[in-house]
């Protein structure tokens, strides 16, 4: 059974938490108050790449979610992966590839995964999943227009 004392410390504390939260949302948003901090997706919000097009494109993963939307491919690409030691097993990668005939994108270093050739002026999805080593394309990419 608690002390007198004991159940006032308790008390004090959950009022001061309750304080210090009712401080920090009325000066900042949670997604502000998240990445302040550096908390990724799920918490914090995704990582949003939009790159130019270039035929070799390096890319940096430091998040658990990664969506790349690289710039209409006017020709073939490669996506090269530099993945953080901090990205852990489950972290996913969406792209969103538009080409403007047949282009092909070659899915390079960090991925394990077949090229996508592109259909004339359409947009292409897919999904990758880290198992620890390298990003594996979950499913064939989807043409969404």
């Not at 410390?9 to 401080?23: D, K």
């Not at 997604?31 to 302040?36: C, E, K, R, V």
């Not at 939009?50 to 940096?60: G, H, I, M, N, R």
């Not at 090269?80 to 047949?102: D, F, H, K």
């Amino acid at each position: 059974m608690t002390s007198f004392w004991g159940k006032v410390g308790i008390s004090l504390l959950a009022l001061f938490t309750i304080a210090l939260f009712v401080a920090c949302y009325m000066t900042a948003t949670p997604t502000t108050m998240l990445a302040s901090v550096g908390v990724a997706w799920p918490a914090g919000s995704a990582d949003l790449q939009q790159p130019a097009y270039a035929a070799t494109l390096a890319v940096t993963i430091t998040d658990q979610l990664t969506i790349l939307d690289p710039a209409i491919l006017t020709g073939a690409m490669t996506i090269n992966l530099t993945i953080a030691a901090g990205v852990r097993a489950g972290a996913i990668i969406l792209t969103e590839i538009t080409t403007t005939a047949t282009e092909v994108a070659t899915f390079g270093t960090g991925f394990t995964a077949p090229t996508q050739t592109g259909v004339a002026g359409k947009t292409k999805c897919a999904m990758f999943m880290y198992d620890g080593v390298t990003f594996k394309v979950v499913g064939t990419p989807i043409q969404i227009d």
